[in-house]
């Protein structure tokens, strides 16, 4: 164990208790099992757990993050959407992780504002209303009114919690080591890589200047669309945990009733969110990556408002252009052509059969073939082809897995606005558009430009680095590394099979003497000895083999 990993454990012992508990009150804690710390084994407390005895294991996950707080319901909501490393069963339960918090009181409040922003409350805001309208896990939210009346809503976050998330990042980061390092079956997961990137995410989050220059980037972006509408910002008004923005009235998403009620055409109102989405995707690369209903706001006119901006999802040129070709290939039924997108979005192990990846996808293809385009679910086939892909162990790139969980979620509210609603029709519409701008001047020239800024760093470094690599030729320090996966219990069956053998060959050497007296009798008896343990050995060896022949074909 890393010195720095239980720096980290012993420095937050008292949070890490806390966490042990929950996981042990909820039957979890066989988790840490492998884990070579007495000190975290004394602290994994066995409990039946009165009120979910028989809840099955994903359920208790989900109740154990969410009783654990903010980091990790934020945790397993990112884990809800690699499909590629868990199970459907665990998905979806941990999908549905709400982020309810209970709000701070408006003394904390207040006196956050004023702190933050330098200046007392009725200086700032002409109005203040001390009572939020909503209170999730990372912060809190209030209306105002501003000094010349504009009407804004008051993102404020909660009283210590960067500290508590960074303490809890520091716990993840060190139960990943420890879980790489000892427990080999969360091993090709990539733990720690998980909760780096999980890191970088969550601080993010938290930096409410990250917000608002995503809402200003969605408004330079749709400035000339006048269907879609995102929230200003109030730069005076705003620092990294206080953010103030444009309050924008209309009827939310989440109120099916009064969607209904008014009288808007709600098939044309989805078909403008669904567009927005494929131009944020498809043309910029950068897009809103929660489309939950209550982020989507019917104002006056039919005006798409779109709220809460923290968590955005980015793709670069290349990226854009391989993930469109897949989502098209799915929607064409072509398996050939989605099995050559997976591989050049996601990594595939080294023993990847392409060829049943293939027939996998094929008969995919077969089972949506029959439906028409405007009957296509896009939502339930994207879940196929992510459960193919946790079953041959291809890993997706976070940005892959967060953007297939975006289309996912957003054909699932679009339904729930307009039952008719189909994301696949309005794609198949959108891949004209797609091929007009692959054939732009100005994406060539940015590809030339790239290219030749590559080959120059090529044809700049390759010098130095032949030069380097001739010279340890020439010295004898060249050294090659060939790492074998998986050597270490091939040479084990096989040292085991030459003792199983030479075992034999003596022991029957043995029982061949033939004679009387007690040394010959001696001799028999070991001889009888050694073949029965060669017979053990042989029939140990048999199992392993079988067992490891069983696992591969899982």
Same mark, same amino acid.
């Given at each position: 164990?890393?010195?720095?990993?239980?720096?980290?454990?012993?420095? @937050? %012992?008292?949070?890490?208790?806390?966490?042990?508990?929950?996981?042990?009150?909820?039957?979890?804690?066989?988790?840490?099992?492998?884990?070579?710390?007495?000190?975290?084994?004394?602290?994994?407390?066995?409990?039946?757990?009165?009120? =979910?005895?028989?809840?099955?294991?994903?359920?208790?996950?989900?109740?154990?993050?969410?009783?654990?707080?903010?980091?990790?319901?934020?945790?397993?909501?990112?884990?809800?959407?690699?499909?590629?490393?868990?199970?459907?069963?665990?998905?979806? &339960?941990?999908?549905?992780?709400?982020?309810? @918090? =209970?709000?701070?009181?408006?003394?904390?409040?207040?006196?956050? #504002?004023?702190?933050?922003?330098? +200046?007392?409350?009725?200086?700032?805001?002409?109005?203040?209303?001390?009572?939020?309208?909503?209170? %999730?896990?990372? *912060?809190?939210?209030?209306?105002?009114?501003?000094?010349?009346?504009?009407?804004?809503?008051?993102?404020?976050?909660?009283?210590?919690?960067?500290?508590?998330?960074?303490?809890?990042?520091?716990?993840?980061?060190?139960?990943?080591?420890?879980?790489?390092?000892?427990?080999?079956?969360?091993?090709?997961?990539?733990?720690?890589?998980?909760?780096?990137?999980?890191?970088?995410?969550?601080?993010?989050? /938290?930096?409410?200047?990250?917000?608002?220059?995503?809402?200003?980037?969605?408004?330079?972006?749709?400035?000339?669309?006048?269907?879609?509408?995102?929230?200003?910002?109030?730069?005076?008004?705003?620092?990294?945990?206080?953010?103030?923005?444009?309050?924008?009235?209309?009827?939310?998403?989440?109120?099916?009733?009064?969607?209904?009620?008014?009288?808007?055409?709600?098939?044309?109102?989805?078909?403008? %969110?669904?567009?927005?989405?494929?131009?944020?995707?498809?043309?910029?690369?950068?897009?809103?990556?929660?489309?939950?209903?209550?982020?989507?706001?019917?104002?006056?006119?039919?005006?798409?408002?779109? =709220?809460?901006?923290?968590?955005?999802?980015?793709?670069?040129?290349?990226? $854009?252009?391989?993930?469109?070709?897949?989502?098209?290939?799915?929607?064409? @039924?072509?398996?050939? +052509?989605?099995?050559?997108?997976?591989?050049?979005? *996601?990594?595939?192990?080294?023993?990847?059969?392409?060829?049943?990846?293939?027939?996998?996808?094929?008969?995919?293809?077969?089972?949506?073939?029959?439906?028409? /385009?405007?009957?296509?679910?896009?939502?339930?086939?994207? &879940?196929?082809? #992510?459960?193919?892909?946790?079953?041959?162990?291809?890993?997706?790139?976070? @940005?892959?897995?967060?953007? =297939?969980?975006?289309?996912?979620?957003?054909?699932?509210?679009?339904?729930?606005?307009?039952?008719?609603?189909?994301?696949?029709?309005?794609? &198949?519409?959108?891949?004209?558009?797609?091929?007009?701008?692959?054939?732009?001047?100005?994406?060539?020239?940015?590809?030339?430009?790239?290219? *030749?800024?590559?080959?120059?760093? /090529?044809?700049?470094?390759?010098?130095?680095?032949?030069?380097?690599?001739?010279?340890?030729?020439?010295?004898?320090?060249?050294?090659?590394?060939?790492?074998?996966?998986?050597?270490?219990?091939?040479?084990? $069956?096989?040292?085991?099979?030459?003792?199983?053998?030479?075992?034999?060959?003596?022991?029957?050497?043995?029982?061949?003497?033939?004679?009387?007296?007690?040394?010959?009798?001696?001799?028999?008896?070991?001889?009888?000895?050694?073949?029965?343990?060669?017979?053990?050995?042989?029939?140990?060896?048999?199992?392993?083999?079988?067992?490891?022949?069983?696992?591969?074909?899982?």
């Amino acid at each position: 164990m890393r010195l720095s990993s239980l720096i980290r454990l012993e420095k @937050n %012992a008292r949070r890490l208790t806390e966490i042990l508990g929950v996981l042990g009150k909820y039957g979890l804690a066989d988790l840490l099992a492998g884990l070579p710390s007495r000190w975290i084994q004394r602290r994994l407390v066995s409990v039946d757990g009165q009120t =979910i005895r028989g809840e099955p294991f994903e359920v208790r996950l989900r109740m154990a993050l969410s009783e654990l707080g903010p980091t990790f319901i934020k945790f397993g909501q990112m884990l809800s959407t690699r499909g590629d490393l868990l199970n459907a069963e665990l998905v979806h &339960e941990l999908a549905k992780l709400q982020e309810g @918090n =209970i709000a701070d009181s408006a003394e904390i409040i207040v006196a956050s #504002i004023e702190q933050e922003l330098g +200046a007392p409350i009725d200086v700032l805001f002409a109005e203040f209303d001390d009572q939020p309208i909503a209170s %999730a896990s990372i *912060a809190q939210v209030h209306r105002a009114r501003l000094l010349d009346g504009q009407a804004v809503v008051v993102k404020v976050q909660h009283a210590q919690i960067q500290e508590r998330v960074r303490c809890d990042l520091d716990l993840l980061a060190a139960l990943a080591e420890l879980a790489q390092n000892h427990v080999p079956a969360v091993r090709p997961y990539q733990p720690v890589a998980l909760i780096r990137q999980f890191r970088r995410t969550l601080t993010k989050e /938290l930096d409410f200047l990250a917000e608002k220059r995503n809402l200003e980037h969605f408004q330079r972006q749709f400035a000339d669309n006048p269907g879609v509408r995102f929230p200003s910002v109030f730069a005076d008004h705003c620092t990294r945990t206080i953010l103030t923005m444009e309050f924008l009235g209309g009827i939310h998403g989440s109120d099916l009733k009064g969607l209904k009620e008014s009288g808007v055409n709600l098939q044309e109102f989805t078909r403008q %969110a669904g567009l927005m989405y494929l131009d944020m995707i498809f043309r910029d690369g950068f897009y809103h990556a929660d489309p939950h209903p209550g982020n989507f706001v019917l104002m006056e006119g039919g005006v798409l408002g779109v =709220i809460d901006c923290g968590m955005v999802g980015r793709l670069d040129e290349n990226y $854009r252009e391989d993930f469109e070709e897949f989502l098209l290939a799915v929607v064409r @039924n072509d398996p050939s +052509a989605m099995t050559a997108a997976v591989l050049r979005l *996601a990594s595939a192990p080294p023993d990847l059969d392409e060829a049943a990846l293939r027939v996998e996808l094929a008969e995919l293809a077969d089972d949506v073939s029959g439906q028409t /385009l405007s009957h296509f679910d896009l939502g339930g086939t994207l &879940e196929r082809v #992510i459960d193919i892909v946790h079953r041959f162990r291809i890993v997706l790139p976070p @940005n892959a897995s967060l953007l =297939i969980k975006t289309l996912i979620m957003l054909e699932g509210t679009s339904r729930r606005l307009e039952p008719g609603f189909n994301l696949a029709e309005l794609m &198949e519409q959108y891949q004209g558009q797609a091929v007009t701008r692959r054939l732009l001047p100005a994406r060539w020239r940015r590809k030339a430009e790239r290219a *030749a800024r590559e080959w120059d760093r /090529l044809f700049m470094q390759l010098p130095s680095e032949l030069t380097s690599l001739l010279d340890r030729m020439r010295t004898g320090t060249l050294e090659i590394h060939h790492v074998h996966r998986q050597l270490e219990a091939t040479v084990n $069956r096989l040292v085991v099979g030459l003792l199983t053998s030479a075992l034999l060959v003596s022991s029957s050497l043995l029982l061949s003497q033939s004679g009387t007296g007690g040394l010959s009798t001696i001799l028999v008896v070991l001889g009888a000895l050694g073949v029965a343990g060669a017979v053990l050995l042989l029939l140990r060896l048999l199992h392993e083999i079988h067992r490891v022949q069983d696992r591969d074909l899982d």
